[in-house]
């Protein structure tokens, strides 16, 4: 057997060799490890303006049209069909009645609906454009005339004609000039028709536009001031939800 050390050589070599080895452990330590330094990643949004302005347009509230609204897009999936329409249930129309009452009742006491009176109303639920509808109430013909068929119109409702809470708008049009404001629109909601109501008087009162409230050949809302106007239809639409014709105009 050859020795190369002698007894107290070979305890120092061994210790030597134990530190190299526990100093090329701690040296590979990090290497075998599965984690791998953190890379800060680029802000898509901040780096598309595209996409950051897609993501903050506001929604289009009109179910057979919002799938239209693809300007920006980020990504575009055509569809030969409109979104399949929304029915009403318990639900929903609990939700949108609470909602509608939460709204109102931030402006104070809410009113009651009144007793209809005995005189009648048009028909409006034959009637399809902006114009024949504003006719037919009696609007200002100057104002109806420059109106502009525009579902965004909704969106820009003045003073007391506010949409219901989960209102689905279905048509609008409207006109903003010094002359005159008006606003058209045609629009479902799962409320019922009482809440439906409610609501719109209380909005129509609180403008002291004097409301009146009729029951025939359809519910609705008539309330005319000095220079301002609204005009309410409701009635049974189709799935169980209820249609409302909100017209107003002030000049």
Not at 31 to 49: G, K, Y
Not at 100 to 112: F, M, Q, S, T
Not at 159 to 184: D, F, L
Not at 224 to 240: D, F, I, Q, T, Y
């Amino acid at each position: 057997m050859l020795t190369l050390f002698g007894q107290g050589q070979g305890v120092e070599m061994h210790r030597s060799l134990s530190a190299l080895a526990a100093l090329c452990a701690v040296a590979v330590l990090p290497s075998c490890s599965d984690e791998l330094p953190a890379v800060a990643e680029p802000d898509i949004v901040a780096t598309d303006p595209l996409l950051a302005r897609a993501l903050t347009d506001p929604l289009m509230v009109d179910p057979d049209l919002a799938y239209r609204n693809e300007a920006n897009a980020a990504v575009t999936i055509r569809y030969d069909h409109p979104l399949p329409p929304l029915t009403a249930t318990d639900e929903l129309a609990e939700s949108a009645s609470n909602l509608a009452r939460v709204k109102l009742l931030e402006d104070g006491p809410i009113p009651e609906l009144p007793l209809p009176v005995s005189d009648t109303v048009p028909n409006l639920s034959n009637i399809t454009g902006a114009r024949a509808l504003v006719e037919q109430v009696g609007g200002p013909a100057d104002c109806a005339s420059r109106l502009e068929d525009d579902i965004g119109w909704a969106a820009q409702m003045p003073g007391p004609s506010a949409i219901m809470p989960h209102g689905m708008t279905q048509q609008a049009a409207g006109v903003e000039s010094a002359a005159c404001s008006m606003r058209v629109v045609r629009y479902l909601t799962p409320a019922a028709m009482d809440s439906v109501m409610q609501f719109h008087l209380a909005l129509s009162d609180r403008a002291r536009l004097g409301p009146v409230v009729y029951d025939s050949p359809e519910r609705a809302i008539v309330g005319k001031g000095r220079e301002e106007a609204l005009v309410v239809h409701v009635r049974p639409g189709s799935g169980g939800l209820t249609a409302v014709d909100l017209i107003y105009w002030k000049k």
